[in-house]
């Protein structure tokens, strides 16, 4: 029987991409009478808003309305979790970052609503801002407690090294934000239904929180609103919970207007309004052994939130869970926490903390290797996660359970030609010149659950038609990633029907409620999981059915548990040549009046985590990876280009490898984005200076690698996973890690000639000017 | 303001189309004629999603002004497949998986052909050089650039084909 998972099988709408016929939000038709929302936005960072007048801005023509604070039926707020986030201020409110939307006005056209938003005059009293981590550490500018993860005693750690011979290294270490720059903006359109009840279209990887939020704004129940997502345009994280308010704006036009309303973000306001991958401050010291041993390490990681909480607390988790990335730490404190600062709330972003986390363990591993005068590499080898129990442990607790990433570290060094092109480039090196090249391995070991345990959970709805045709709807949301088709391929394979009979619909808050995000790479294994379970209720239902068609005149009767599905058809197992279409098989139980529509369920099973002790196993498995990078660095202008990539990534017993590989290439080059060239600058009055590409660079084709060679871990099924795959969509991200490291090994041979730099400081991102910065210092 | 006509043709119609002039090509074509294939991803020409060809070279159609597009020629993404027949860049682009969220393809394409037409055995830096104004947030490039160089020697080998 043809299989239909693991087939590198096109994404579910690469036919209407190519052709232009992909409808996103944006491209909707609007009703007669539609309106177009623009913000009214505060121009400093931290003021108190004293008044705000509205009627120069009704005099615009084709101004149809101003929506303030005084326009919200229900709760003016779009908090996901704590409740610190007003859809609109009003006097005495106080604006707490730049940009800010204070009030929003509607208008017959775009061009409309931003010119009124021009003349709505806001008075304010401006208050001081915190930009800084350092300054919100130092004024105790804070969302939460801190959070603690502890292995062993670090403090007698760190008094007892001196006896035993070790290092003690310590250091500060900060990590740029970086935005998502999906290439659709932010875009709601809400639709009030004839007895007030509210229909929006969103660009949202979370329809039932978006649902939630406009729920509670408007003082309605859940059910009388509903969310519909029919994809987007990237989201990476970055409408995870930010698509909420422009949806919850929408309504709140729509159920005062009557008319439908459109919220669009242009590119800027995109930017300046929303949040962003977090900048983090960490402050560490490491106790190394003088052979290269990893004895303890005392972390503390601070993550700039922002000025409202969002998701922050989960995010520092995340990047708690993996400051260990692939090593193993026998004794290790971690203490982590969310500063408030005026800043955009930042928010999800592929990897959730994970990047960061990532960062700083290959940070401290860099800076502890140069100070007792060993390769960093080979300090990263020697302290990879080995063997079973302790040593293949993590910080918190988990058991990694397979020596996976071991594996990995030693097949991509092979099939890389890492060593021999190492001695090559030392030695080019050597000569001298203003060109130095480097090269570096580093892996990716990520957890893959929520770590909020009650969030893994999916809920799937199954329809087979009397013709045999099949609706499937899931939780999940499709966002470029290739969910859609992993799920046909799953509905597909249960049912043995041609993926052509499969039709993926939008996902509705209608069809399957108390969805989770499409998050946290989840949206595979999840859904999957109740995908597969509501074919294989039918399926159940299906089968006695085919074995009465199948059973012969005279003959013996087939079993219902004796008969194959696969291949449009069903048949007998044991004589395969007997057999039944699946359409003829539904048409009979439709007329045998069996039920052809079914829900499924899946929560991951085995996961926890007790946050008060740190300890637990919050993930079920871990996707690892590791990539080498080799770079060229230019010594006069920091210039810096990526010659050679070589990925080794396990996604388990791949669902889809074209979408599989998409995801790891895409993924390698954010990351690497976000380490090299993505900077992030806000001024000193905490406007966001990098607000379009023109002055915030994300990779283009002519940055990335020229000899890019990436592979799937072969043989490599995941127990207990929907077909033996594994999530993909965030761990790739952090392999793109490596290209800072080597270029830090290139920054490294710009030393003295027969020294070794004790340290080489580098800034993330490592733009061209911090390369010249990091070659000037190692340069004394 | 006063409105104008604007007398175009697009994906080989004349269309006679009346518009405020300070509006753009891009509007023109999304919310007059509701092709809405081309996207608006920056609004300042620096992200390419946009991307159209006029008289056969591609633009930026958010920084064409409509009255730009007087008597031109203008190709979008819903005018590259004829008689419904994709046009092989467009099944390499499926094919090779050279897409994820889509925003980013139909200015991709656009380049691509653009590029396709003046030199049919484009080197891989070449195809690097053409697509480098359209931004692409999802895929790393990697299989779009495999894609266009799929289309072009399927092209090629085609018009062998033609030409015996």
């Given at each position: 029987m043809t299989r239909v998972v693991g087939r590198p099988t096109p994404h579910e709408s690469a036919r209407l991409h190519v052709t232009g016929q992909a409808r996103y939000t944006d491209d909707l038709p609007l009703p007669p009478g539609a309106l177009h929302g623009w913000p009214v936005t505060s121009p400093h960072a931290h003021a108190r808003v004293v008044a705000i007048a509205v009627s120069e801005a009704t005099t615009i023509p084709g101004v149809v309305t101003i929506l303030t604070r005084e326009d919200v039926p229900g709760e003016n707020n779009s908090g996901p979790l704590r409740h610190d986030e007003p859809l609109f201020l009003g006097a005495g409110d106080v604006a707490t970052y730049h940009g800010q939307a204070i009030a929003w006005v509607l208008g017959t056209s775009v061009e409309a609503a931003r010119q009124g938003a021009g003349r709505v005059v806001v008075t304010y009293e401006k208050l001081d801002a915190i930009l800084d981590p350092a300054d919100a550490i130092r004024l105790g500018s804070v969302h939460t407690d801190p959070q603690w993860i502890r292995r062993g005693d670090v403090d007698v750690e760190l008094v007892g090294a001196g006896e035993a011979g070790h290092a003690i290294v310590s250091g500060e270490f900060r990590m740029g934000a970086q935005d998502h720059f999906p290439l659709e903006t932010h875009v709601s359109v809400a639709l009030a239904d004839e007895d007030g009840r509210m229909m929006v279209h969103s660009s949202t990887q979370h329809p039932s929180e978006t649902q939630a939020i406009v729920a509670h704004a408007l003082g309605l129940s859940l059910n009388d609103v509903v969310v519909q997502c029919v994809?987007?345009?990237?989201?990476?994280?970055?409408?995870?919970?930010?698509?909420?308010a422009w949806a919850a704006v929408a309504a709140i036009g729509a159920w005062k207007t009557g008319r439908a309303v459109k919220v669009r973000l242009d590119r800027d306001r995109h930017m300046i309004l929303t949040g962003k991958r977090h900048p983090f401050l960490a402050r560490y010291r490491v106790v190394v052994s003088r052979s290269g041993d990893l004895c303890g390490l005392d972390l503390e990681l601070y993550a700039d939130g922002g000025w409202s909480l969002d998701l922050s607390d989960a995010v520092l988790g995340r990047a708690m869970f993996h400051a260990d990335n692939g090593y193993f730490f026998p004794v290790m404190r971690v203490r982590g926490q969310v500063l408030k600062t005026h800043k955009t709330s930042q928010t999800a972003f592929r990897g959730f903390g994970g990047p960061q986390g990532v960062a700083v363990a290959e940070e401290i591993i860099d800076c502890a290797a140069r100070a007792i005068g060993m390769d960093p590499h080979d300090v990263r080898t020697r302290n990879l996660y080995r063997g079973s129990g302790e040593t293949n442990t993590t910080h918190y607790g988990q058991e990694i359970g397979d020596n996976r990433l071991a594996i990995i570290w030693e097949g991509v060094q092979d099939s890389g030609e890492f060593v021999s092109r190492r001695e090559a480039i030392r030695a080019a090196n050597d000569l001298g010149g203003g060109m130095r090249r480097g090269i570096a391995v580093t892996p990716v070991k990520f957890g893959i659950s929520f770590t909020t345990t009650f969030l893994n959970q999916a809920g799937a709805l199954v329809l087979i038609y009397s013709d045999g045709s099949v609706q499937v709807n899931h939780g999940g949301t499709e966002m470029g990633q290739g969910l859609q088709v992993k799920m046909a391929q799953v509905a597909a394979e249960v049912l043995g029907v041609p993926l052509a009979s499969i039709r993926m619909m939008p996902t509705r808050t209608d069809k399957v409620p108390n969805t989770s995000a499409t998050a946290a790479s989840s949206g595979s294994d999840l859904n999957g999981g109740a995908v597969r379970d509501a074919c294989l209720t039918l399926r159940g239902r299906l089968a006695p059915v085919a074995a009465q068609l199948l059973t012969a005149h005279g003959a013996p009767a087939v079993h219902a548990d004796d008969v194959d599905f696969g291949d449009g058809q069903v048949s007998v197992?044991?004589?395969?040549?007997q057999r039944v279409a699946f359409a003829s098989v539904v048409r009979a139980a439709y007329l045998a009046r069996v039920g052809l529509s079914s829900t499924g369920y899946y929560r991951t099973p085995g996961i926890w985590f007790d946050k008060a002790s740190g300890r637990g196993k919050p993930f079920h498995y871990y996707a690892c990876g590791a990539a080498i990078a080799e770079v060229e660095v230019d010594g006069f202008t920091g210039q810096m280009r990526v010659l050679r990539v070589d990925i080794l990534h396990d996604v388990g017993s791949s669902l889809n490898p074209l979408v599989d590989t998409g995801q790891v290439e895409g993924g390698f080059i954010q990351g690497m984005g976000w380490v090299t060239m993505e900077e992030v600058v806000w001024g000193i009055d905490g406007r966001l200076l990098t607000h379009a590409p023109s002055t915030y660079k994300i990779p283009a084709s002519t940055d990335v690698p020229g000899d890019w060679r990436v592979t799937l871990l072969p043989r490599a099924a995941q127990p207990g996973v929907i077909y033996g795959s594994k999530a993909v969509g965030e761990p790739p991200l952090m392999l793109g890690l490596c290209v800072r490291e080597a270029i830090r090994d290139a920054v490294a041979s710009f030393a003295p000639r027969g020294s070794h730099p004790e340290r080489v400081g580098l800034a993330l991102p490592a733009t061209g000017e911090a390369i010249l910065d990091a070659i000037d210092a190692v340069r004394g | 303001m006063a409105k104008m006509i604007i007398n175009v043709e697009v994906n080989g119609e004349r269309q006679e189309l009346l518009t405020?002039?300070?509006?753009?090509l891009l509007d023109l074509l999304r919310d007059n004629l509701s092709l809405t294939g081309t996207k608006e991803g920056c609004g300042t020409g620096d992200c390419g999603a946009c991307t159209v060809l006029i008289d056969g070279r591609p633009v930026?159609?958010?920084?064409?002004?409509?009255?730009?597009?007087?008597g031109r020629r203008v190709t979008t993404v819903e005018g590259l497949a004829e008689d419904n027949k994709l046009h092989p860049v467009q099944t390499a682009f499926i094919e090779e998986g050279g897409?994820?969220?889509?925003?980013c393809t139909p200015g991709m394409l656009i380049s691509a052909v653009a590029l396709l037409r003046s030199n049919t055995e484009p080197s891989e830096q070449s195809i690097r050089y053409a697509i480098s104004g359209n931004l692409c947030r999802?895929?790393?490039y990697d299989k779009i650039v495999r894609a266009i160089e799929v289309a072009s020697k399927r092209m090629k080998a085609n018009a062998a084909i033609a030409s015996h």
């Open positions: 994809r987007m345009g990237g989201g990476f994280g970055g409408k995870e919970t930010q698509a909420n197992r044991s004589r395969p040549d | 405020e002039p300070h509006r753009t930026n159609s958010c920084l064409v002004l409509a009255p730009e597009a007087e897409l994820q969220c889509g925003i999802c895929t790393g």
